[in-house]
């Protein structure tokens, strides 16, 4: 019994010290997030310079419109990539999601349809989570692959068409496109949706153990926290996520393209990464996802403003993404780049 006491004892004293040292080197420098704050205000200070209209409060708003899809999604990806893995088939993920909620509300289910399509979403990502921990094969792979599962069976329920909502089914977007004391809800829904997962990552077993695991998952292990199931749990909140970035924007434009979803991967990571949030894991959050998904919607604004091609914002943003990994991966955890 008293062996059993110790052992106990010994389990949560190093999880408590794996935590204790995260904690101690997030503080050991310049607080990252003033630091994005700051680049955060200069990048709104260069855009406004170079367009007066950047400030205006209509273009905030758009601003901030644009920026919920992407920042659902992110955050959503901020768990993967926290537990030191990485989740590619959010947009295929959003993709079928967004297929999915339109078939059903041509099955008559009406509001019903949201939170099944979003239960899609989460079980395509539960499904990445577990072929990833009981196959142990590299998330990257596995995701690799449910994301073309995902786009097809998001083909076959459109046959490779876009699909339109009928003028019977409009009023069900005005939880989307609609506004609360002239606050789109879009930007509501996407917040909401922050707070919980804020909560989540911040107060709850579930966040502690999924930084542990980012930190150090062999100490994590050695120290009994049950590694398997917490990191197909941040792979499922993953995907519920991505399926309810795919029904955002599906209910915004109020039609539903099978390729609608496929430039936002590259969006995804990078305002993750840009947002602090180590490649590696074990450090950054959903607090960080925030500020780097204001910054690329600051970018992408201003990009639009200054009349700068779709082409050449995916250039850019390429090059946001590779400079952002360079800036926050831990290369004391991989002794061999390759």
Request: glycine letters at 12%; charged letters at 10%; hydrophobic letters at 50%.
């Amino acid at each position: 019994m008293n062996n059993k006491k110790r052992l106990k004892n010994f389990k949560k004293l190093n999880t408590q010290t794996l935590l204790s040292q995260v904690i101690a080197f997030q503080k050991s420098k310049v607080s990252p997030n003033i630091i994005l704050v700051l680049v955060l205000m200069l990048v709104c200070a260069v855009m406004a310079i170079i367009n007066p209209i950047f400030l205006s409060t209509a273009n905030a708003i758009i601003i901030l419109t644009e920026f919920s899809v992407i920042f659902v999604l992110g955050i959503g990806e901020t768990f993967p990539i926290l537990m030191g893995g990485i989740d590619l088939s959010v947009a295929g993920v959003a993709t079928l999601s967004t297929m999915a909620v339109l078939q059903l509300l041509n099955l008559g289910l009406g509001y019903l349809a949201f939170p099944i399509a979003v239960a899609i979403g989460a079980g395509m990502g539960f499904l990445t989570g577990v072929i990833h921990v009981k196959g142990k094969l590299p998330s990257f792979l596995v995701s690799l692959g449910t994301m073309g599962i995902s786009m097809g069976i998001a083909y076959t329920l459109c046959h490779g068409m876009p699909l339109n909502m009928s003028p019977e089914q409009l009023h069900y977007r005005e939880w989307v496109i609609g506004s609360f004391f002239g606050v789109p809800n879009i930007i509501l829904n996407a917040f909401i949706v922050f707070f919980i997962c804020f909560f989540l990552e911040r107060y709850t077993r579930f966040g502690r153990y999924i930084k542990a695991i980012g930190a150090g998952e062999k100490v994590a292990r050695l120290s009994g926290v049950p590694v398997d199931k917490y990191k197909i749990l941040g792979f499922a909140l993953c995907g519920a996520c991505a399926g309810l970035a795919g029904i955002l924007l599906t209910m915004r434009l109020s039609v539903g393209s099978p390729r609608s979803a496929e430039p936002m991967l590259l969006t995804a990571i990078a305002v993750v990464v840009l947002g602090g949030t180590s490649i590696t894991g074990g450090i950054g959050g959903v607090p960080r996802t925030l500020i780097g998904a204001l910054i690329i919607s600051v970018i992408r604004n201003g990009m639009t403003i200054g009349d700068i091609g779709v082409f050449y914002q995916q250039i850019i943003e390429g090059i946001i993404v590779i400079a952002a990994v360079a800036g926050t991966l831990d290369r004391s955890k991989i002794p061999i780049i390759k």
